[in-house]
């Protein structure tokens, strides 16, 4: 009788089990969002991203600087984003003869949403007043790449920053060192929804105010210029690491 009972109640336990499933979110938070203001220096924004949603992703950050029709927008490095991970941004803008009251917005790029998660205001109150010490010498624009040679009068860690580029494209920042009086070949990989023509500013600035700025006309190089610039860069290579 106790079987049968046991039997038939069983029926009704299974009916009371509920599936609960957590609908995926997309979330992150800038942690100690600081920026540091030297006059005639670059501006290094920095914080810690934390993925605080439940999805991973391949993630991207950036920062614009906005003012009236002024617009400066920097992009982190890719990066790998799963939830709970940490990761440290640097972002650079250098205002150059700019002064005055200036916005920013940190934007997070995660599986094809966008979200912003901080801003703030600056103050730029002096203009970048001495005369430039660094070369950006032969930009060349390439089908998935920016390639040119840096060269400065002092041996100084530098942060290329690539501004004034057409909206769509993504161009990351690279930070480098330069040796006094030698040639550095710098490549800038990028991105972008489709060709444009346009401008596209390229400057090179070490963190005491040292800087080079040149400005160029976006004009793709053919294939055959970039596949001679290949072998050229490729046996350079070898011949410096032979002598």
């Not at 049968?4 to 995926?24: C, K, R």
């Amino acid at each position: 009788m106790r079987l049968i009972i046991l039997v038939l109640f069983l029926p009704l336990v299974s009916a009371t089990v509920i599936d609960v499933t957590v609908s995926d979110f997309i979330n992150a938070d800038a942690i100690g969002l600081k920026y540091e203001n030297i006059s005639q220096r670059p501006i290094k924004v920095s914080f810690e991203a934390f993925n605080s949603g439940s999805v991973g992703c391949k993630s991207m950050i950036r920062m614009d600087i906005n003012r009236n029709s002024y617009t400066f927008t920097a992009w982190s490095k890719h990066f790998a984003f799963q939830p709970n991970d940490r990761e440290s941004i640097e972002l650079y803008w250098f205002p150059y003869n700019l002064t005055g009251s200036f916005f920013g917005r940190i934007w997070y790029y995660c599986a094809n949403e966008i979200k912003e998660i901080s801003n703030f205001s600056i103050e730029v109150k002096y203009y970048i007043s001495k005369e430039p010490s660094i070369e950006i010498i032969s930009p060349k624009i390439f089908e998935k790449k920016i390639a040119f040679n840096l060269r400065s009068n002092s041996t100084e860690e530098v942060i290329v920053i690539p501004s004034d580029y057409p909206k769509g494209w993504i161009l990351e920042q690279k930070k480098l060192h330069l040796e006094k009086g030698k040639m550095k070949y710098v490549e800038l990989d990028y991105s972008k929804d489709m060709w444009k023509s346009g401008k596209l500013t390229i400057i090179a600035v070490s963190e005491k105010g040292e800087y080079g700025l040149k400005t160029v006309d976006i004009k793709k190089e053919s294939v055959l210029n970039e596949l001679t610039f290949e072998v050229i860069d490729f046996i350079e290579d070898i011949l410096n690491k032979i002598l």
